[in-house]
């Protein structure tokens, strides 16, 4: 009895092809936008993820000044050398320090000149932020102490000066607050650009003490940058550099700190939040869809009911009985509704997979997303083919018989 409902409710559905897709139509659009929402949220979540984790595991950034603004303000007091060594040794939650100072310079080899930075800093910088040397090396402990002119470039400073020529050995010319001639010992692994569009690539490494004296022409270090001995040891960490911090800094109990650190990990959590909520907001404008799409279907069916009114008196007048009629309807609309969930689902995996493409995000398909949007459309079709079904089975069926 049940495949011979659905078989007919398929021949009814195929006897009207294109109206049963124009009805589905709503259905389609609304399924498909969530699958579409649900799909690249994921994936720009997993990217942002993907590009935090490749700046450090456990990364935490010492940075001075109010959280609000920064260190924007070049009021606040920078921190020094040996607040990175008093991290190093009392602090034993936390396993590297990298005291950092950048500063903006124009790198000229011979005709070819480029804006870009320079960050001063020393071997534990590379390890925290996961650079890797593939040509080259990196530091030696002689040119950390003394300072020697010597740099590690990033893969965009490699091709805007060098074109195609090896870089390692060359001697660049950096201008800032004065001048310095800077050996090329190394070049950086390519990282390309974030999620954000930032280029990963657009910077150089040289030791702390040659960009102090002979750059910047300060002692500052403008930012640490540390990484937790492990996942579960990053609140240890945070806790026990604040304590110290303040307590060197000399911050009373009664005053907020002048300081902050920034947690990746807290970073991916408020991320991951504006993603979820963005994701619910735009999933619930395609629900206004899929209602539209079941008025269509309910439209539809009560249209249908009136094309096989002497179709139905004729069932009625043979026996059939009233439960019959209406879940044959209901099967009808349920079956419709599906299928546009079906269509909807294959649209929106199709046009996930090119814009995650287009837009260089990871392609992943949510399993529950689809299966939601698949019994979402059948509850759909059960909602609003209940009427037009529950009309053809109240139909009396001398008056249906009359029917012209």
Excluded: H, W
């Amino acid at each position: 009895m049940f495949f011979s409902t659905v078989f007919i409710a398929m021949r009814e559905i195929r006897a009207n092809l294109m109206r049963s897709i124009l009805t589905t139509l709503g259905i389609i659009i609304g399924v498909g936008a969530v699958i579409i929402v649900v799909s690249l949220g994921n994936g720009a979540t997993q990217q942002v993820q993907n590009d935090l984790s490749e700046l450090g595991n456990n990364l935490l950034a010492l940075v001075p000044g109010d959280q609000n603004q920064g260190s924007a303000n070049r009021l606040v007091q920078m921190f020094t050398e040996d607040d990175v060594d008093a991290i190093r040794e009392q602090v034993p939650s936390v396993l590297m320090v990298a005291p950092v100072l950048t500063q903006v310079v124009m790198a000229v080899n011979g005709n070819e000149n480029y804006g870009s930075s320079v960050r001063g800093t020393t071997n534990d910088y590379f390890a925290i932020r996961n650079l890797d040397v593939v040509r080259g090396r990196t530091f030696t402990a002689g040119e950390l102490r003394s300072g020697r002119p010597v740099c590690v470039i990033g893969e965009t400073v490699r091709r805007e000066l060098f074109g195609v020529q090896d870089p390692v050995g060359a001697e660049i010319r950096l201008s800032a607050n004065s001048e310095v001639n800077c050996e090329v010992i190394g070049l950086l692994e390519e990282k390309g650009a974030d999620t954000f569009g930032n280029d990963q690539d657009d910077f150089m490494v040289a030791p702390l003490a040659m960009v102090q004296r002979r750059l910047a022409g300060n002692r500052d270090v403008t930012l640490v940058f540390m990484n937790a001995v492990s996942d579960e040891a990053r609140e240890d960490a945070i806790e026990g550099v604040t304590q110290l911090m303040r307590e060197r800094r000399r911050v009373r109990d009664d005053q907020d700190s002048d300081f902050f650190i920034q947690d990746l990990k807290e970073v991916q959590a408020q991320i991951a939040q504006v993603t979820g909520i963005m994701t619910i907001f735009v999933s619930a404008i395609a629900g206004i869809s899929l209602l539209v799409g079941g008025i269509g279907v309910m439209n539809i069916m009560l249209v249908s009911v009136t094309e096989r009114t002497r179709e139905i008196g004729i069932r009625l007048a043979i026996g059939a009985q009233e439960m019959d009629v209406l879940i044959q309807f209901l099967v009808e609309a349920i079956l419709l509704s599906i299928m546009g969930g079906i269509i909807g689902v294959a649209v929106g995996v199709g046009v996930s997979y090119l814009a995650a493409g287009a837009l260089g995000f990871p392609f992943l398909v949510s399993q529950e997303a689809v299966i939601i949007a698949v019994v979402f459309s059948g509850i759909i079709g059960i909602a609003f083919g209940f009427f037009p079904a529950f009309r053809a089975a109240r139909l009396d069926p001398i008056e249906a018989l009359r029917y012209e």
